[in-house]
């Protein structure tokens, strides 16, 4: 499943409602995930699909739930289905979107807590040290590791601690 195959899944949720099923192989269905999570749990990686899943406020780090009751955050998928694409080091990557998404639409220093204590437990309780959030929550607000030239060659690039 490519972009476009990915791409699917979204038309069939609106970009962060819940979807009310998912089978993501082997069995295993998801009662209650959202597009991102899907992507990671059938192992399907577009760094461009996930950055727009991202920006346009569907969370990585939200809950996940599956059809036996369960739950997982999101960012524990990769680690719960072993993924080789999908992976906790690849997602991290694009998880600064993530964080300016939710600065960006929802301006609640509430959801903004929301987000950095679901880093806090997985690092806490689950020994993930895969994402910064996890150590540095530092994120380029820019997207670009190199500044523009209109800010001179010293400038360096906007970034967010949280």
Not at 35 to 56: G, K, P, Q, T
Not at 58 to 79: I, N, R, T, Y
Not at 126 to 155: N, T
Request: hydrophobic share 45%; net charge negative; aromatic share 4%.
């Amino acid at each position: 499943l490519g972009p476009a195959g990915a791409a699917g899944l979204v038309a069939e949720s609106r970009l962060g409602d819940l979807m009310a099923e998912a089978e993501v192989g082997d069995g295993v269905l998801l009662s209650a995930a959202n597009a991102v999570h899907v992507l990671v749990a059938r192992d399907i990686w577009s760094e461009e699909m996930y950055r727009l899943l991202l920006r346009r406020g569907v969370p990585l780090s939200a809950l996940c739930k599956f059809k036996d009751g369960a739950e997982l955050p999101g960012m524990l998928l990769p680690q719960h289905f072993s993924t080789k694409e999908a992976t906790a080091d690849r997602l991290d990557l694009v998880l600064g979107e993530e964080v300016k998404s939710t600065i960006k639409n929802t301006r609640l220093a509430g959801d903004l807590n929301t987000f950095l204590e679901a880093c806090s437990v997985i690092k806490m309780k689950h020994g993930v040290k895969s994402y910064r959030c996890a150590q540095d929550i530092d994120f380029l607000l820019s997207g670009r590791l190199d500044p523009p030239a209109a800010l001179g060659r010293d400038a360096d690039p906007s970034t967010a601690l949280l």
